[in-house]
């Protein structure tokens, strides 16, 4: 067996305001912001397969991901596009090639959403 294995447990994003940033990702996942925020900075995101790890310890303006360090998949593209617009979150592309499209959280993070 290979000491590294070939797949990503986390991925770990800046945010200033451990709870506002909870309460932001849990209501545009449709998930419960109740749970536990760890040693002051931290709450882990319950998602499917890798995980997200919000931390409000590494927050600087130059930490703020300029490119989406990963996406979000969707099965219906359209509807994830009006579903954001809906909830005013600044997006940043259109929807490319019938496919994809970015946004920002209110940190500033470039993220992405992709039709799987």
Known sequence: MH?????????????????????????LLGLPADGEILFGHLYIVPMKGTSIVLDSKIYAEEHV??????????????????????????????????????????DGNHLMICKC
């Not at 770990?12 to 932001?24: E, G, K, S, T």
């Open 65 to 106: 991901f300029k490119i989406p360090p990963f996406h979000l998949n969707t099965d219906d593209i359209e509807q994830s596009y009006t579903y954001m617009k809906s909830k005013n979150i600044e997006i940043t592309t259109n929807i490319e090639h019938n496919h994809w499209f970015q946004f920002k959280d209110p």
């Open 3 to 27: 000491p590294v294995l070939n797949q990503i447990g986390t991925v770990f994003i800046p945010v200033r305001n451990i709870r506002d940033a909870r309460d932001w990702y849990c209501d």
